[in-house]
């Protein structure tokens, strides 16, 4: 590998993403400057808890950090924070600060992440509308979630439904709209759907599917929400979670090839040479899947931190892990391997009563995806087993798929 003591490495993005790449340049050895700029006042930290333990005050923003502040000074990573990056100058291999300030690079790694999805209605620049995304965003929501504050949350994915959980066991009112007919439609089946919806309102979320909102009320501040079938839901807060857009203006500018996402090859190179993107933000050729993909799981920042880190340093290694995510709502863990979408044939598993799993096979019988659901750790464990199977392009035994009776593991073989 190469580590030339006197080279430059920047990363524009201080998540989780930069925050590992930084770390896993000085473990492998990388001798040269590494500087990591950010453009939040934090250090980097890590989403997961956002939605959970930290609305709920079950954690405070230093059990998010990514690692101790001491770790960056002992490995000599310079951070710097609240800076934002205006240009990339690929030509002169340098990047420009909005200060006209400008550094220079050997090797530059992307990890800009995304930002929300903003629902653009009438009033929906009332105040108390919020959007959850950053730290400091997950802290003033919690601030608010008092016993019987009314919540409206718009949006039934993944975050969505994470806040409604929060928010329901700090006490507060909490109404749910989605303006798809299920939850979670395009991560999960139907069948896992309707189980966490079952879950959410037995535990008093009001759920309303098929509704969007057609206006926000309010003078200044949020009062409530008018529905297209005209009903209106009162709120104290309003909270979005309809998707993020990847931040993809500081790449498209610099001219490198973008589409939903900066795209880039299985190394993690974009099409300007000494740039990689990694995270987020990355559309990214997946070898096993022959195809261009995107990720927001905690995983996926995790391992291109790891590959993009060690390619920089002249690895020249493909990306092959499986993509991986889950979300715990109260009790109940609900996890997705691969990419169900990509499947043609559906085969389901009754572990037992609460745990459902279900597997997706191509055309040809390959395994390509698997998500499951319920309250223990058999989910995990078998979902696990399921990424192995992808990882190794298996052509399963349907019945050995479907009959709970029999070991997952013994496919393995």
Same mark, same amino acid.
């Given at each position: 590998?190469?580590?030339?003591?006197?080279?430059?490495?920047?990363?524009?993005?201080?998540?989780?993403?930069?925050?590992?790449?930084?770390?896993?340049?000085?473990?492998?050895?990388?001798?040269?400057?590494?500087?990591? @700029?950010?453009?939040?006042?934090?250090?980097? /930290?890590?989403?997961?808890?956002?939605?959970?333990? %930290?609305?709920?005050?079950?954690?405070?923003?230093?059990?998010?950090?990514?690692?101790?502040?001491?770790?960056? @000074?002992?490995?000599? %990573?310079?951070?710097?924070?609240?800076?934002?990056?205006?240009? %990339?100058?690929?030509?002169?291999?340098? *990047?420009?600060?909005?200060?006209?300030? &400008?550094? /220079?690079?050997?090797?530059?790694?992307?990890?800009?992440?995304?930002?929300?999805? +903003?629902?653009?209605?009438?009033?929906?620049?009332?105040?108390?509308?919020?959007?959850?995304?950053?730290?400091?965003?997950?802290? &003033?929501?919690?601030?608010?979630?008092?016993?019987?504050?009314?919540?409206?949350?718009?949006?039934?994915?993944? @975050?969505?439904?994470?806040?409604?959980?929060?928010? +329901?066991?700090?006490?507060?009112?909490?109404?749910?709209?989605?303006?798809?007919?299920?939850?979670?439609?395009?991560?999960?089946?139907?069948?896992?759907?309707?189980?966490?919806?079952?879950?959410?309102?037995?535990?008093?979320?009001? *759920?309303?599917?098929?509704?969007? %909102?057609?206006?926000?009320?309010?003078?200044?501040?949020?009062?409530?929400?008018?529905?297209?079938?005209?009903?209106? +839901?009162?709120?104290?807060?309003?909270? @979005?979670?309809?998707?993020?857009?990847?931040?993809?203006?500081?790449?498209?500018?610099?001219?490198?090839?973008?589409?939903?996402?900066?795209?880039?090859?299985?190394?993690?190179?974009?099409?300007?040479?000494?740039?990689?993107?990694?995270?987020?933000?990355?559309?990214?050729?997946?070898?096993?899947?022959?195809?261009?993909?995107?990720?927001?799981?905690?995983?996926?920042?995790?391992?291109?931190?790891?590959?993009?880190?060690?390619?920089?340093?002249?690895?020249?290694?493909?990306?092959?892990?499986?993509?991986?995510?889950?979300?715990?709502?109260?009790? /109940?863990?609900?996890?997705?391997?691969?990419?169900?979408?990509?499947?043609?044939?559906?085969?389901?598993?009754?572990?037992?009563?609460?745990? *459902?799993?279900?597997?997706?096979?191509?055309?040809?019988?390959?395994?390509?995806?698997?998500?499951?659901?319920?309250?223990?750790? &058999?989910?995990? &464990?078998?979902?696990? +087993?399921?990424?192995?199977?992808?990882?190794?392009?298996?052509?399963?035994?349907?019945?050995?798929?479907?009959?709970?009776?029999?070991?997952?593991?013994?496919?393995?073989?």
């Amino acid at each position: 590998m190469n580590h030339q003591q006197n080279s430059t490495i920047l990363i524009v993005g201080a998540g989780q993403t930069g925050g590992r790449a930084a770390l896993t340049l000085r473990r492998e050895g990388f001798e040269g400057r590494v500087t990591l @700029i950010g453009n939040e006042e934090y250090l980097p /930290y890590e989403r997961p808890p956002l939605s959970k333990k %930290i609305l709920t005050g079950k954690s405070t923003p230093q059990d998010c950090q990514l690692t101790q502040p001491s770790d960056y @000074i002992d490995a000599k %990573i310079e951070v710097v924070l609240n800076q934002t990056v205006k240009k %990339i100058h690929p030509q002169e291999s340098t *990047i420009e600060f909005e200060s006209g300030e &400008k550094e /220079y690079y050997d090797k530059l790694l992307l990890a800009t992440g995304g930002s929300p999805r +903003i629902l653009k209605t009438k009033g929906s620049d009332l105040s108390g509308i919020r959007y959850l995304r950053t730290l400091n965003d997950a802290t &003033k929501i919690s601030e608010n979630l008092n016993t019987d504050c009314k919540v409206l949350v718009v949006g039934g994915g993944f @975050i969505g439904l994470e806040v409604a959980a929060s928010a +329901i066991t700090r006490g507060c009112d909490v109404t749910l709209i989605e303006a798809a007919p299920q939850l979670m439609g395009r991560a999960v089946s139907k069948e896992i759907s309707n189980i966490v919806e079952m879950e959410h309102r037995r535990h008093g979320v009001k *759920i309303k599917l098929n509704s969007v %909102i057609s206006k926000f009320i309010g003078d200044n501040k949020v009062e409530g929400g008018q529905l297209n079938d005209d009903k209106e +839901i009162a709120c104290d807060i309003t909270i @979005i979670g309809i998707g993020i857009n990847p931040n993809i203006g500081l790449a498209k500018r610099a001219g490198l090839l973008v589409n939903d996402g900066i795209l880039t090859n299985s190394k993690l190179e974009t099409s300007e040479k000494n740039i990689y993107a990694a995270g987020d933000v990355a559309s990214f050729e997946h070898p096993l899947f022959g195809k261009h993909i995107r990720l927001e799981a905690w995983k996926n920042a995790e391992d291109q931190a790891t590959l993009a880190a060690k390619n920089m340093l002249g690895a020249n290694e493909a990306i092959n892990s499986i993509p991986w995510f889950w979300s715990d709502q109260y009790e /109940y863990t609900l996890q997705v391997a691969g990419i169900p979408q990509l499947g043609k044939l559906t085969i389901k598993r009754n572990i037992d009563d609460k745990n *459902i799993l279900f597997f997706y096979l191509k055309a040809d019988g390959t395994l390509i995806g698997a998500s499951g659901v319920g309250p223990s750790g &058999k989910i995990g &464990k078998e979902v696990r +087993i399921a990424q192995m199977l992808i990882e190794k392009k298996v052509q399963p035994n349907l019945q050995v798929l479907a009959d709970p009776s029999i070991r997952l593991k013994s496919l393995l073989q």
